[in-house]
T-cell receptor, first 114, second 113 residues
Framework: KAGVTQTPRYLIKTRGQQVTLSCSPISGHRSVSWYQQTPGQGLQFLFEYFSETQRNKGNFPGRFSGRQFSNSRSEMNVSTLELGDSALYLC?????????????FGQGTRLTVV | KQEVTQIPAALSVPEGENLVLNCSFTDSAIYNLQWFRQDPGKGLTSLLLIQSSQREQTSGRLNASLDKSSGRSTLYIAASQPGDSATYLCAVPITGGGNKLTFGTGTQLKVEL
């Protein structure tokens, strides 16, 4: 069965622009979580969506937003890009809503802000 | 606040050696612990998920153990191969946090010929 699909794989944007990243979870999975990975900060949680509702949010500014569609696909948006937003953005797919479900990750989107 | 640490940060071993990676967490009220592998610039691959009620979980040459009371997990890799070279991460869900995971800092493993 297909895994978690993230598009695009690579992006180069200019400071001040906005960007939208997409994540398609494993078929049947209803939870999608987003993480930012940088060499200095490691993996940091951005937000989680379950059944189109945001359930948790990490400590990121309001420039970072997301949404989930009825087919469980999720998008995250970053507005007014800053150089520090350059990172690998990872999406995780889980079957259920609780803490006891396994997370499966996509290959990530590498965002470079210049 | 749950904190997860991994020791060592980096490890270099000759091919064929058995090795142990360590993961420690401060809050023992966890539902499970998951081990991941990450190749450079790539996403995370789930290796093993060990439930809080389990002591061990095995997959091929990998064996993960969990001791909730002491806040520790180990990942044992038998007969290491160059293809095992990667960064290994452990992660635990945050109590009451749904699927939000707290990750360790990772162990970068290099298996040399």
């Amino acid at each position: 069965k297909a895994g978690v699909t993230q598009t695009p794989r690579y992006l180069i944007k200019t400071r001040g622009q906005q960007v939208t990243l997409s994540c398609s979870p494993i078929s049947g999975h209803r939870s999608v979580s987003w993480y930012q990975q940088t060499p200095g900060q490691g993996l940091q949680f951005l937000f989680e969506y379950f059944s189109e509702t945001q359930r948790n949010k990490g400590n990121f500014p309001g420039r970072f937003s997301g949404r989930q569609f009825s087919n469980s696909r999720s998008e995250m948006n970053v507005s007014t890009l800053e150089l520090g937003d350059s990172a690998l953005y990872l999406c995780a797919s889980s079957l259920g809503a609780g803490e006891n479900t396994e997370a499966f990750f996509g290959q990530g989107t590498r965002l470079t802000v210049v | 606040k749950q904190e997860v640490t991994q020791i060592p940060a980096a490890l270099s071993v000759p091919e064929g050696e058995n090795l142990v990676l360590n993961c420690s967490f401060t809050d023992s009220a966890i539902y499970n612990l998951q081990w991941f592998r990450q190749d450079p610039g790539k996403g995370l691959t789930s290796l093993l998920l060990i439930q809080s009620s389990q002591r061990e979980q095995t997959s091929g040459r990998l064996n993960a153990s969990l001791d909730k009371s002491s806040g520790r997990s180990t990942l044992y890799i038998a007969a290491s191969q160059p293809g095992d070279s990667a960064t290994y991460l452990c992660a635990v869900p945050i109590t009451g946090g749904g699927n939000k995971l707290t990750f360790g800092t990772g162990t970068q493993l290099k298996v040399e010929l």
